[in-house]
């Protein structure tokens, strides 16, 4: 299909950008300033560096119907720094479903990332273009390989997250990138999920996230 083409194309190009290696990070709040982030301090229990993101991360703003979006610091600059894949997408949107939330892992009984500040749920992404892209609608299920990780999808909004979910895997930016291909209860968001700043050798690591 013609989207498998080009959608190729645009993966090779973006992850050029994402073979390049930063420094190990100095202080995290002083990253943010850096990049012009729009964030001010916060308090939540189990959050290393607790922050309130208040304006667009790297030019993407993210929205929630019910929560403001409170997390770790290092997981504000992994989103900044991967707003350069929903751009070049035509995305400039996101609604998250959960960031900070204190609970388990299901079935388990180990605190999820989410208890940290650590993981965001995105649920629906979107531009003046392609309009609002829901993962649970339009994210095509049982594409790519370890080869070819887009695959042949057959709609454009298929194509669009399947590019974004390679892009953010390969990008060393997350160690979880999490979709409707991983387990049902995935179906219908992207779990994005960071390690702790003083984890970090640099801003990008040289290992792909699990996904």
């Known amino acids: 299909m013609i989207y498998?083409?080009?959608v190729r194309v645009l993966v090779a190009l973006c992850l050029l950008v994402a073979?390049?290696?930063?420094?190990?990070?100095?202080?995290?709040?002083?990253?943010?300033d850096a990049r012009h982030v729009a964030w001010k301090p916060a308090a939540r229990s189990g959050i290393a560096i607790a922050v309130e993101i208040t304006g667009p991360l790297g030019g993407v703003q993210f929205s929630s119907d019910d929560q403001k979006l409170v997390i770790d610091c290092s997981l504000a600059v992994s989103?900044?720094?991967?707003?350069?894949?929903?751009r070049g997408l035509g995305l400039t949107k996101a609604s998250f479903v959960s960031a900070y939330s204190r609970r388990m892992v299901r079935g388990t009984n180990h605190l999820s990332k989410h208890s940290f500040g650590l993981a965001i749920d995105v649920a629906t992404f979107g531009g003046p273009e392609l309009g609002t892209l829901s993962v649970d609608r339009?994210?095509?299920?049982?594409?790519?390989?370890?080869?070819?990780?887009?695959?042949?999808?057959?709609?454009?909004?298929?194509?669009?997250?399947?590019?974004?979910?390679?892009?953010l895997v390969r990008s060393g930016l997350f160690?979880?990138?999490?979709?409707p291909d991983y387990d049902d209860s995935h179906h219908d968001h992207f779990?994005?999920?960071?390690?702790?700043?003083?984890?970090?050798?640099?801003?990008?690591s040289a290992t792909p996230a699990i996904h």
């Open 19 to 32: 073979t390049a290696h930063a420094d190990p990070p100095g202080d995290c709040k002083a990253e943010l």
């Open 138 to 167: 339009d994210y095509e299920q049982g594409l790519g390989d370890d080869v070819d990780c887009v695959g042949e999808p057959l709609t454009r909004g298929g194509a669009v997250l399947r590019i974004l979910q390679c892009q």
């Open 4 to 6: 498998g083409r080009l």
């Open 79 to 86: 989103l900044d720094e991967a707003g350069r894949y929903l």
């Open 175 to 179: 160690h979880l990138v999490l979709s």
């Open 191 to 204: 779990h994005l999920e960071a390690v702790p700043w003083r984890d970090r050798a640099g801003l990008r």
